[in-house]
């Protein structure tokens, strides 16, 4: 039972310095984008198909959520990235016939508005930024 908690413990500190839930919507939004072109992957050879770049559409989404859980400093600019490429995989993918846009929407706005939970209100933004690698204690000092 105490390696279970502690597990849960760990994870919730490693969740809390990381853009979680705007990257996880990121995540589930290419898998929902990407869906549509798998679909369709026997004609995405044929020229003038606009199926290659909802393969190329779904799979930046998918990178900027493995890239906001990997790099949190970074998570404004992923978040603006990935919103971007959500919204242009209405063009190759139907936007994973649109609920995979409005997901990756969601996850692009919380990557953009996360701020580590440790952060001083009233400190600038390039604060949140470098405090969002360090450790809570650490950072509170």
Known sequence: ????????QAFG???KRRPFWGATFLLLSSLVILWVPMQLYEISLVPGSMVFAGFFLGGMVMLMGILSYAMPRLSTLLGIIGMFSAILSIMGALGGFLVGTILGIIG?????AWRP???EADAPAAHHEAAADKEPSAAID
């Open 117 to 119: 939970q440790w952060a």
């Open 108 to 112: 692009g706005a919380l990557c953009i």
């Open 1 to 8: 039972m105490g390696i279970i908690r502690s597990s849960w």
């Open 13 to 15: 500190r490693w969740r």
